[in-house]
T-cell receptor, first 116, second 115 residues
Framework: AQKITQTQPGMFVQEKEAVTLDCTYD???????LFWYKQPSSGEMIFLIY??????QNATEGRYSLNFQKARKSANLVISASQLGDSAMYFC?????????????FGTGTRLQVFP | DAMVIQNPRYQVTQFGKPVTLSCSQT?????MYWYQQKSSQAPKLLFH???????NEADTPDNFQSRRPNTSFCFLDIRSPGLGDAAMYLC??????????????FGQGTRLTVV
């Protein structure tokens, strides 16, 4: 069963507009972490933002914020004031620590294209 | 300064010829991951280490093996590469769960070509 679901294969947004990238997840654990990574065409994986399962407030990092709805098991990324350099693949990921294991698994990704 | 270093950046190997990819880290992280990423796809977890404990994903082919001789180094061995194993291989490290800054740090990847 898919643990991380990103239903938007591609998204377009105009420069300076906000965009929301969707992510839903599935876990029975109480303790887990949710991450968003950006992967430009160069291939590097760039960490953007983190939300812990026990965090009560939504995470924010500059222009990035995470809309965390625990009951709905969603962790959507909001990018405010999009820039041309935001064009990239965006991956949602979940970390599930359990005894001597500590998996980090990724969703299928969303390709974001920002146009002038 | 690079904190997770993968060597080589590009590797060409012959069909069926064993190949080893390496990853080193200067972060002293106890968790290390190996991912396979094919073009326009998500990184697929192959295995990970929690300290010395090795955890294999159920769908990782037996053709893929790994070694972690110490905290700093980790190797991915492909015993008999097939054309379908051509991909980018990503190594990542992370701190213990529950400590600050629990994000994974990625290397630049090794792009494997099988001819």
């Amino acid at each position: 069963a898919q643990k991380i679901t990103q239903t938007q294969p591609g998204m377009f947004v105009q420069e300076k507009e906000a965009v929301t990238l969707d992510c839903t997840y599935d876990t029975s654990d109480q303790s887990y972490g949710l991450f968003w990574y950006k992967q430009p065409s160069s291939g590097e994986m760039i960490f953007l933002i983190y939300q812990g399962s026990y965090d009560e407030q939504n995470a924010t990092e500059g222009r990035y914020s995470l809309n965390f709805q625990k009951a709905r098991k969603s962790a959507n990324l909001v990018i405010s004031a999009s820039q041309l350099g935001d064009s990239a693949m965006y991956f949602c990921a979940m970390r599930e620590p359990y005894y001597n294991t500590d998996k980090l698994i990724f969703g299928t990704g969303t390709r974001l294209q920002v146009f002038p | 300064d690079a904190m997770v270093i993968q060597n080589p950046r590009y590797q060409v190997t012959q069909f069926g010829k064993p190949v080893t990819l390496s990853c080193s880290q200067t972060l002293n992280h106890n968790v290390m991951y190996w991912y396979q990423q094919k073009s326009s796809q998500a990184p697929k977890l192959l295995f990970h280490y929690y300290d010395k404990d090795f955890n294999n994903e159920a769908d990782t082919p037996d053709n893929f093996q790994s070694r972690r001789p110490n905290t700093s180094f980790c190797f991915l061995d492909i015993r008999s590469p097939g054309l379908g194993d051509a991909a980018m291989y990503l190594c990542a490290t992370s701190r213990d769960w529950g400590r600050p800054n629990t994000e994974a740090f990625f290397g630049q990847g090794t792009r494997l070509t099988v001819v």
